[in-house]
């Protein structure tokens, strides 16, 4: 645990985003190892089935995450005032109101798993296979809540190293589980698309119970019977309040990428295994955005709930500029070597072939955007600190669906350019977007919210 409340602030937004960044590294890793197993064993069409259930399966966790994302904010907020009987509070309330919600939205997507499928134009294909894979992961969707609960309050708390562990923990079990549910071994049959799924399962399960074990020795907040479990209105009020548009956020980013696979789906599989490939890349290339946006989050709600606004805008000052190195990293690298970072996906084929030319015209657009993302992430860390979440949602709305979904159809379109009219205006969108986030940072009311009425004007 870590108090960011003093010291120096440039080493606290690199220390403290370096585990961050491999943690987040590691949840990304199993998902890439998914796709290389099902993409290695089981050939394009797998991937293609993969795919075209990754935003619905980006999707429906969504509220849970927005959640998560507020029970942060409040536990750095607590923690920054040194309020350990708000934070007591806060860790009842937050968890049992989401550990229900979760199971909601698990029957929900069980229920209408044919279509939220049929919404996003899977090809006749591959449907039975994506099928398959969505459904086992929609019915396991509380493990992966309770491994990001147990993160998230973690990083609330100025601790993340602990959630490396056990994130390295989640990606070993990954590591050993998916290849041998696709496989089979022994008495195990060979299960295909739904063995990835099943591995994955498992994976949270084994990490879930040995996570918490682990906790228990090294952390007195995680023990639940240390809690204090009186109904707090105020705080539930609070994490809806600060989760729901956040969650809403979350939703509408997915909705958009729901609607741009739609959209990439038009063209055939060929295009839709390049997009998963490139969206399982991008995932990884973010990594680096999404950490040092979420350090700046706690960092800077341990600094709002100890009124230090000054060390605030300064987190945000150094969070852009180390964000800014990294994106024009992974800009070079991805304008470089597009072919041989999609090559790890796929068996050689003629196939294959075509796939990685989709590939390598998609980062001659796509790799411009993450210099974008360095700006937008840090900024929305800040805000979100602050929860201001509303404005969050609104600034995703209009770069999603006012800019983004409109430019896409209508540069993709007849007599347009196709699939890489759809990756010019994921750039577009993106670069309008800096714009509005820095706008909306500068003239907006969010240093003067307050949380749980406990701050003082």
């Known amino acids: ?18 585990p961050i960044m491999l943690g987040n590294v590691l949840m990304s890793v199993y998902g890439i190892i998914n796709m290389i197993w099902v993409g290695r064993l089981l050939g394009h069409e797998a991937v293609a089935a993969v795919a075209a259930s990754l935003p619905i399966i980006l999707l429906m966790p969504a509220f849970l995450i927005g959640l998560g994302m507020a029970t942060n904010v409040l536990i750095a907020q607590a923690f920054g005032r040194k309020d350990m009987v708000l934070l007591k509070k806060i860790l ?8 229900l919600f979760c199971l909601l939205i698990s029957i929900i997507a069980l229920l209408f798993r044919h279509q939220l499928l049929a919404w996003v134009q899977a090809p006749k294909e591959i449907e039975s ?26 990083r609330g708390l100025g601790d993340a190293r602990t959630v490396v562990k056990i994130l ?15 496989s089979g071994i022994g008495p195990l049959p060979p299960l295909g698309v739904a063995g990835a799924a099943w591995g994955t399962a498992l994976a949270a399960v084994a990490t879930c119970i040995i996570g918490y074990i682990y906790l228990l ?29 956040a969650s809403l956020q979350m939703i509408v980013v997915s909705l958009a990428g729901v609607i741009i696979i739609a959209l990439v789906n038009r063209y055939g599989t060929v295009v839709t295994a390049a997009f998963g490939i490139g969206m399982q890349i991008d995932m990884l290339a973010t990594i680096p955005f999404i950490s040092i946006g979420m350090a700046a989050t706690t960092i800077a709600g341990q600094n709002l709930g100890a009124q230090k606004l000054d060390r605030v805008f300064l987190t945000l000052r150094i969070s852009i500029y180390f964000g800014l190195v ?16 999609g090559a790890i996906f796929l068996k050689e084929s003629a196939e294959s072939t075509k796939v990685l030319n989709i590939v390598r015209e998609y980062y001659h657009w796509i790799a411009f955007i993450f210099p974008c993302f360095a700006v937008i992430f840090a900024i929305q860390g800040v805000l979100r600190s602050a929860g201001d979440t509303m404005a969050l949602l609104a ?13 896409a159809y209508a540069l993709a379109g007849p007599g347009g350019f196709k699939q890489d009219g759809i990756w010019m205006a994921m750039l577009m969108s993106s670069a309008f977007a800096v714009g509005l986030n820095w706008l909306y940072f500068k003239k907006g009311p969010w240093t003067k919210k307050r949380l749980l009425g406990k701050q003082k004007s």
């Open 1 to 18: 645990m870590q108090d960011f409340t003093e010291g120096n602030i440039a080493r606290q937004v690199i220390d403290f985003t370096l």
């Open 92 to 99: 009842s309330n937050s968890f049992f109101s989401s550990i």
């Open 129 to 154: 296979m994506a099928l398959s894979y969505l459904t086992i992961i929609m019915a396991t969707l509380v493990f992966q809540f309770f491994i990001n609960w147990m993160n998230g309050m973690l």
């Open 168 to 182: 390295i923990m989640l990606t070993l079990f990954n590591v050993v589980f998916v290849p041998l549910f696709i």
């Open 217 to 245: 020795r090294f952390n007195p907040y995680i023990n639940m019977r240390n809690w204090d479990y009186s109904i707090d209105w105020r705080i539930i009020r609070e994490v809806f309040v600060i989760g729901v548009p």
């Open 326 to 341: 990294i994106g024009l990293i992974c800009t070079a690298i991805l304008l470089l070597f597009p072919h041989y970072i």
């Open 395 to 407: 600034l995703s709305f209009i770069a999603m669906f006012v800019l983004r979904i409109p430019l």
